[in-house]
């Protein structure tokens, strides 16, 4: 484990008896899939994590297998370890667990939490860097009412600086560790109430109103929903290519995967498709996922003259694992010579077969520069390429 490591520790040994018949809350399914698979998935996708360890009740080994079978916890799980007969007690012994390789950090999350978001995880965390301790919160715009043993109202207490505790919570590992060890006869609810008892600093950080905490049976009902919200919903990103090929003697070129005859040829340590390059530049933007030259160095033998429709067919496989879409892709060809005008469709053909989309889902189109620069004077091919994709939303 890295020294200035942040470990998550998922607390998952209720038995969640409020949440009705079916058995422990954490591994039934929501839209197929186990509730606690959805809130580590939710971890692991987190840059500021760097492992992640689940707190299980000793009666749960099988049905805790088989949740994370299909888990895509990014080699971030670390082995399980047994929890207590209480929350409090599960969560001392998750911390106890690292004791002999102590990282600096712990984030404590509740497994029936599954739609924490990477901002909330990320806002805790930058807190954490500045603060002792800090959680994530809502602040409560409801009045709010005590009641008396008859239900009737005894008191309106003011809201003002009032907030809904959720997780994650997070803590300088030996300071949380320390109060629990103190405390661990006292009855708490969550672990920032063990550090106000240990007179540790908590900050505050905003929350998400979508990161319920499963407790009825109702709650499954209103999660489902909020799962299938996010699941439709998307966020549009742009990426822009630029490439660029000098002309060398030969008979042809190809672009955009189409053989074009011409009284030269492009020079590159690949093909030299200048418009897919471009486009497979612009795809890569959109995903915030570095340049072609990142994945396919030219000083790696193995790249020289490989059809760039293997480049291509790379940045669209990165979008699939992103469980995106290709909206749209728009490449412009800028020469003097030759003519792609009469090329354009069977252009648009070739590019929409690697991207497995739709013809109508790409434009190529070509201009010149009115015989100025190197365009003009005949000395090479440039092209600019966009690439609008849709992808889930998941910060």
């Known amino acids: 484990m890295v020294q200035d490591a942040t470990i998550a520790i998922i607390v998952a040994a209720g038995r969640g008896s409020r949440a009705g018949p079916g058995g422990p809350k954490q ?22 994590v760097d492992a992640i360890r689940v707190i299980i009740h000793h009666d749960d080994h099988e049905a805790y297998v088989n949740a994370i079978r299909d888990v895509d916890h990014a080699g971030k799980l670390m082995a399980h370890v047994i929890g207590g007969a209480e929350r409090q007690d599960s969560v001392r012994l998750g911390l106890e667990s690292f004791s002999d390789m102590p990282p600096e950090r712990v984030l404590i999350h509740d497994a029936a939490r599954p739609f924490v978001d990477n901002g909330t995880i990320a806002r805790v965390c930058d807190a954490l ?20 043993e008859n239900g009737l109202i005894s008191e309106t207490t003011p809201r003002i600086g009032m907030w809904r505790a959720q997780t994650p919570q997070g803590f300088r590992y030996a300071d949380i560790l320390a109060a629990h060890r103190s405390y661990q006869s006292e009855s708490a609810t969550d672990d920032a109430a063990i550090a106000e008892m240990a007179n540790i600093d908590v900050a505050l950080v905003l929350g998400s109103p979508d990161n319920m905490k499963i407790t009825q049976a109702d709650d499954f009902g209103m999660a489902e929903v909020i799962l299938q919200r996010k699941n439709t919903m998307k966020e549009y990103r742009t990426g822009h290519g630029f490439d660029v090929h ?6 042809g070129i190809i672009l955009c995967g189409v053989d074009i005859a011409h009284t030269m040829k492009l020079k590159g340590h690949s093909d030299a498709d200048v418009g897919m390059h471009a486009l497979t530049d612009a795809i890569l933007g959109a995903l915030s996922a570095g340049d072609i030259g990142s994945h396919f160095p030219p000083s790696d033998p193995k790249w020289k003259g490989a059809p760039s429709h293997v480049f291509l067919d790379k940045a669209r496989e990165l979008v699939s694992e992103r469980n995106g879409e290709i909206t749209h892709c728009d490449v412009t060809i800028i020469c003097e010579a030759p003519k792609i005008g009469p090329h354009r469709a069977a252009m648009s053909e070739a590019l929409a077969r690697i991207l497995k989309v739709d013809v109508s889902r790409l434009s190529v189109k070509a201009t010149t520069t009115e015989q100025l620069g190197f365009n003009g004077r005949k000395e090479g091919i440039s092209a600019m390429a966009t690439a609008t994709l849709a992808l889930p939303i998941d910060s």
């Open 27 to 48: 591994y039934r399914l929501l839209l197929d899939r186990p509730v606690i698979a959805w809130t580590i998935e939710a971890f692991a996708k987190s840059a500021a």
């Open 129 to 148: 860097a500045r603060n002792s301790g800090a959680i994530a919160a809502l602040p409560i715009h409801d009045t709010i009412k005590r009641a008396d």
């Open 246 to 251: 000098a002309f060398e003697p030969g008979s």
